[in-house]
């Protein structure tokens, strides 16, 4: 099969590294609220690095895309309410030392789109995105990212921005689309990575790395394999 040919030529992982002409971006498929809060902080800052968005005074804007709003419409179902867990605290912890970070919380029936256009998008040195536990679940196309997310996502790296897109189905519904294939450069193998602690690979941010990962935090964990579709730009680490 596909996995089998890629596992024959390319190293594949769950996260990866962009350099575009003018954009920078990181793709996190395990989601940085699953590594170990002692080793959280050194994972996400890493990313945050090479995306040059250390600096306190970055213009940040935080997506909160994990579709805890579900939790209450599943409230009589135990399992289905757990999974929809708010992720939102652990980010703002993450980010704790910036002093300029909007945050806009989208609702598991929503995009983007309905709160901000690529214009305003444009004016932020940096976006991260999260989708926790989010799995697309009332959105019309049955994927984590709208249509009209990945065409606000593509402006705004086409236009020189710096992209950190992490949770372990933010590529779901989206392996043939253009962010993935054309932005991002990256063959997707979906939910084909069991949920085990992960180590970085030789010559990407996390090498010599190596985290713990809460595979119980959800019942259905599964990362997407991934692999570079051009490696002059994309770099599995």
């Known amino acids: 099969d596909e996995l089998t040919k890629a596992l024959k030529i390319d190293q594949p992982g769950a996260s990866a590294q962009i350099t575009g002409d003018n954009y920078k971006a990181i ?3 395990i989601g940085y609220e699953k590594i170990s809060e002692s080793q959280r902080q050194d994972a996400f800052d890493k990313a945050l690095s090479y995306l040059e968005l250390m600096d306190s005074s970055s213009n940040i804007l935080l997506v ?3 579709e805890s709003d579900l939790a209450d419409f599943f409230k009589d179902e135990p399992e289905l309410r757990a999974l929809f867990k708010n992720y939102l605290p652990i980010y703002q912890k993450l980010l704790a030392n910036h002093s300029s970070v909007k ?3 989208v609702s598991s029936d929503s995009s983007l789109s ?4 690529s214009s305003d998008l444009s ?3 940096g976006v991260i995105w999260f989708t926790g536990n989010g799995l697309g679940f009332f959105s019309e196309e049955g994927t984590t990212l709208t249509p009209k997310d990945t065409d606000l996502l593509k402006t705004y790296l086409a236009g020189g921005g710096k992209l950190l897109l992490t949770g372990q189905n933010a590529l779901s519904g989206q392996e043939k689309s253009p962010l993935v294939k054309d932005y991002l450069h990256l063959n997707v193998f ?3 990575g069991p949920g085990l602690n992960v180590e970085g690979l030789s010559g990407g941010i996390y090498e010599n790395s ?4 809460d595979r119980f935090d959800t019942p259905f964990y599964f990362a997407d394999f991934v692999i570079s579709n051009d ?5 599995i680490n």
Not at 114 to 117: D, E, G, H, P, R
């Open 114 to 117: 309905n709160n901000l256009n």
């Open 210 to 213: 190596k985290y713990d990962v």
């Open 231 to 235: 490696k002059t730009r994309t770099k």
């Open 190 to 192: 979906t939910d084909m």
């Open 27 to 29: 793709f996190d498929g």
């Open 64 to 66: 909160q895309d994990d």
């Open 103 to 105: 945050t806009v919380t």
């Open 123 to 125: 004016s932020y040195d």
